[in-house]
């Protein structure tokens, strides 16, 4: 079992970064492949970024390419993604997600956190 708070989001300017941090807890935290999704207002919940369980390789979605960084520290249990150059499209809920596994995070994966609100203005 894990519960995944994220923390981080706010209001800022396009061009703009914000860094979000998702907190886990549970023991094994180090075992898990983390992964950050968002949702747009009328859209699907689309995927961001992930990180597997050691750090060693992450994933970007083209959207966010060269602007969107993962990255975790299992030693404090968490989870970042480093956000510039920010758009208004960049704009949503974003959520942290974990799955119990040594590969990448699924598509759905199992824990979800509570998300926290990204606004770009522009």
């Known amino acids: 079992q894990v519960q995944l708070v994220e923390s981080g989001g706010g209001l800022v300017q396009a061009g703009g970064s914000l860094r979000l941090s998702c907190a886990a807890s549970?023991?094994?935290?180090?075992?898990?492949?983390m992964g950050w999704f968002r949702q747009a207002p009328g859209k699907e919940r689309e995927f961001v970024a992930a990180?597997?369980?050691?750090?060693?390789?992450?994933y970007v979605a083209d959207s966010v390419k060269g602007r969107f960084t993962i990255s975790r520290d299992n030693a404090k249990n968490t989870v970042y993604l480093q956000m510039n150059g920010l758009k208004p499209e960049d704009t949503a809920v974003y959520y942290c997600?974990?799955?119990?596994?040594?590969?990448?995070?699924?598509?759905?994966?199992?824990?979800w956190g509570q998300g926290t609100q990204v606004t770009v203005s522009s």
């Open positions: 997600a974990a799955d119990n596994t040594k590969a990448v995070v699924s598509t759905t994966p199992y824990y």
């Open positions: 549970g023991r094994t935290f180090s075992s898990y492949a």
């Open positions: 990180i597997v369980w050691s750090g060693g390789s992450t």
